[in-house]
């Protein structure tokens, strides 16, 4: 079985400062490692994602993350945090030895990031 | 560049009524999935369809159905609405399934009464 959790409900950080939002899985055979961005009413958007290769992945609005094989982890940072950066974050992942590709992204349970002026 | 769109966008039910929301995606991928979103509890796979035709179980399934007659468009049923099922629930889409991301609708919130 595949799944991931987020060990933070809530993340506080100061504007300007550097921000990381946590992510560990488990999975049988090698991970494929998303993130997402939900704001307030809105669907969810793709922020970047591991699939092979470096261990450190740049995605959109500055944001990048670190994928650690050894400590089953992928979180999400950005060198300095923004008001608008304030949202609901989610890690996703889906093991490559799944059969047929087709069977969907396994969800953590969000984190809520609050960036204060 | 619509992507993907859900309609509705909200919709009240009472309890043992039927609804059919609705997913329509431009970008010819071959998957779909509807997923609901509950407070403290992230998105869980309700149905999914890996092209034209086909649907499978997700991880919850119970008293929902689904259909893809056409590829762009993938149909959540609720056949007889109870509150457990207030939820926001969305649709997405993905090229491949395996390594793409995935693109999502805007959302749909229900609420059953």
């Known amino acids: 079985a595949q799944s991931v959790a987020q060990p933070e409900d809530q993340v506080n950080v100061a504007e300007g400062n550097p921000l990381t939002v946590k992510c560990t899985y488990s999975?049988?055979?090698?991970?494929?490692l998303f993130w997402y961005v939900q704001y307030p009413n809105r669907g969810l958007q793709f922020l970047l994602k591991?699939?092979?290769?470096?261990?450190l992945v740049k995605g959109s609005y500055g944001f990048e993350a670190e994928f650690n094989k050894s400590q089953t982890s992928f979180h999400l940072k950005k060198p300095s945090a923004l008001v608008s950066d304030s949202a609901l974050y989610f890690c996703?992942?889906?093991?490559?030895?799944?059969?047929?590709?087709?069977?969907?992204?396994?969800f953590g349970k969000g984190t809520h990031l609050i960036i204060q002026p | 560049n619509a992507g993907v769109t859900q309609t509705p966008k909200f919709r009240v039910l009472k309890t043992g009524q039927s609804m059919t929301l609705l997913c329509a995606q431009d970008?010819?991928?071959?998957?779909m999935y509807w997923y609901r979103q509950d407070p403290g509890m992230g998105l869980r796979l309700i149905h999914y369809s890996v092209g034209e035709g086909t649907t499978a179980k997700g991880e919850v399934p119970d008293g929902y159905n689904v259909s893809r007659l056409k590829k762009q468009n993938f149909l959540l049923g609720l056949e007889s609405a109870a509150p457990s099922q207030t939820s926001v629930y969305f649709c997405a889409s993905s090229y491949s399934g395996q390594r793409d991301g995935y693109t999502f609708g805007s959302g749909t919130r229900l609420t059953v009464v």
């Open positions: 996703a992942v889906r093991d490559s030895r799944r059969g047929g590709g087709a069977d969907g992204l396994t």
């Open positions: 970008m010819n991928h071959e998957y």
């Open positions: 591991y699939i092979t290769g470096d261990n």
């Open positions: 999975v049988s055979g090698n991970p494929y």
